[in-house]
């Protein structure tokens, strides 16, 4: 069992050990951006930090290992001596895909729901020429409805997340494009 609780610092080290894709490290920025969002909602005070490096580092071996989505990041984190609630929380946002871990905790659900849903507001942004700047969930919306924009992103995972957290499809919507907002620059929009 891993004992040690990583740095911002650490996390963002082996993030970049890991990636060097730029889409990717500003998925990486954007995830962390609004875990540590939902922390400051939904967590406790020292939750915050913790759900931000989650955010940070959840798709860890995905440049490298595709095919090895989750597992990889469990093994990479185990070397590294990581807490197994974080290694947890990690493997669970793959839940269905590449995992039969599913997400229990407040903080995994989040992540669960807003990895797509990150995807899809990325995807949105870029599309419009004030980018995120004054996006509405309205706008975000009928991108949602349109199945063959970003088809890639899983509507169904980012629906049955919000039931799972047991909160409103455009309240998580609203929450998530302010938190990436407040990095717009740092995650390229
Ligand atoms: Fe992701």
């Known amino acids: 069992m891993g004992n040690k609780v990583p740095s911002r610092e650490e996390a963002y080290e082996l993030l970049l050990k890991y990636n060097k894709s730029e889409s990717l490290i500003h998925h990486a920025l954007a995830v962390e951006a609004v875990m540590l ?3 400051e909602k939904l967590g406790g005070e020292e939750d915050v930090e913790k759900w931000g490096i989650i955010g940070l580092v ?12 989750c597992k990889m ?20 946002h ?17 992540l669960y ?7 899809l507001i990325n ?25 063959s924009f970003a088809a890639g992103v899983d509507r169904e995972i980012i629906r049955e ?4 957290l047991d909160m409103d499809l455009n309240e998580i919507m609203e ?9 717009s620059e740092e995650i390229g929009l």
């Open 73 to 92: 990041t469990e093994k990479i984190l185990r070397e590294e001596n990581w807490p197994e609630d974080y290694i947890r929380a990690i493997v669970s």
């Open 37 to 39: 969002h939902f922390a």
């Open 113 to 119: 729901t807003i990895d797509e849903l990150t995807g």
């Open 58 to 69: 959840h798709d860890l071996d995905y440049e490298m290992y595709p095919d090895e989505h």
């Open 123 to 147: 995807a949105t942004a870029l599309m419009r020429p004030t980018g995120i700047s004054d996006m509405k969930v309205k706008s975000l919306k009928k991108k949602w409805k349109d199945k």
């Open 175 to 183: 929450e998530t494009i302010t938190a990436m907002r407040e990095v």
């Open 94 to 110: 793959g839940w269905k895909i590449c995992t039969d871990v599913e997400p229990v905790e407040t903080m995994e659900k989040v």
């Open 161 to 164: 997340g919000s039931e799972m």
